[in-house]
């Protein structure tokens, strides 16, 4: 629920890291999300991005296999659910027949949400 950068604590895990963010959002898509890290080649000390992808659901539940351990500059990127869009609403005031919040629907159009509000005045 709120992005962003966390202080690393003691043993800190994918499912108490996602705790102190304020949970997941209701579009969250728990399936696939992704966990990248940065690994140091030992023998030429050349820095890489390894990524994982990571089961969300089974993290939270408690697997110890998707449950992993977080470490100094992970980053969790988690996904929205395909095709889901959360609802726009547009206020009308003024001169329009009944004045209110409406709902709008994907690729309506301003003419059509002021035929739902009654047309204007």
Do not use: K, R
């Given at each position: 629920k709120h992005p962003g950068r966390y202080p690393i604590t003691p043993r800190m895990?994918?499912?108490?890291?996602?705790?102190?963010?304020?949970?997941?959002?209701?579009?969250?898509?728990?399936?696939?999300?992704?966990?990248?890290r940065t690994v140091i080649n030992s023998k030429d000390e050349r820095a890489s991005i390894d990524v994982e992808r990571i089961d969300l659901r089974q993290a939270i539940q408690g697997s110890t296999v998707a449950d992993a351990i977080i470490v100094g500059r992970d980053r969790l990127n988690i996904l929205e659910k395909?095709?889901?869009k959360?609802?726009?609403?547009?206020?009308l005031q003024g001169e329009v027949r009944f004045p209110g919040t409406y709902t709008v629907r994907q690729g309506e159009t301003l003419g059509e949400l002021l035929e739902r509000a009654g047309g204007l005045t």
């Open positions: 895990t994918i499912s108490t890291l996602i705790e102190a963010a304020g949970g997941l959002t209701y579009n969250a898509f728990t399936i696939n999300a992704e966990l990248a395909p095709n889901v959360l609802q726009s609403t547009v206020t």
